[in-house]
Nanobody, 110 residues
Framework: VQLQASGGGLVQTGGSLRLSCKASGLNFAIATMNWHRQGPGKQRELVASIASSGSTNYQDSVKGRFTISRDNARRTLYLQMNSLKPEDTAVYYC?????WGRGTLVTVSS
């Protein structure tokens, strides 16, 4: 299983970014997919999850700002992040069944 995340970058407070995670080596359509993040000096935390049914769950701090989605035909997971805040600064990782992709850095400047 391989997961390749991309889309991170530097953005100002209030801006938007869309992260992508391309998956290979698994039956993507039936996998629950997760986005995690680890901010500077913080523990890694679960940000959002999406089940094979399309059902989603979010950490309270990102509800209403972030949207997780998936494209099974493209085997790709997305995280649309709007109204970004400096506290969203972190390395973001995609994960499924304890397989982790290489993270992508999101930096939100104040």
């Amino acid at each position: 299983v391989q997961l390749q995340a991309s889309g991170g970058g530097l953005v100002q407070t209030g801006g938007s970014l869309r992260l992508s995670c391309k998956a290979s080596g698994l039956n993507f359509a039936i996998a629950t997919m997760n986005w995690h993040r680890q901010g500077p000096g913080k523990q890694r935390e679960l940000v959002a999850s999406i089940a094979s049914s399309g059902s989603t769950n979010y950490q309270d701090s990102v509800k209403g700002r972030f949207t997780i989605s998936r494209d099974n035909a493209r085997r790709t997971l997305y995280l649309q992040m709007n109204s970004l805040k400096p506290e969203d600064t972190a390395v973001y990782y995609c994960e499924t069944r304890d397989t982790w992709g290489r993270g992508t850095l999101v930096t939100v400047s104040s």
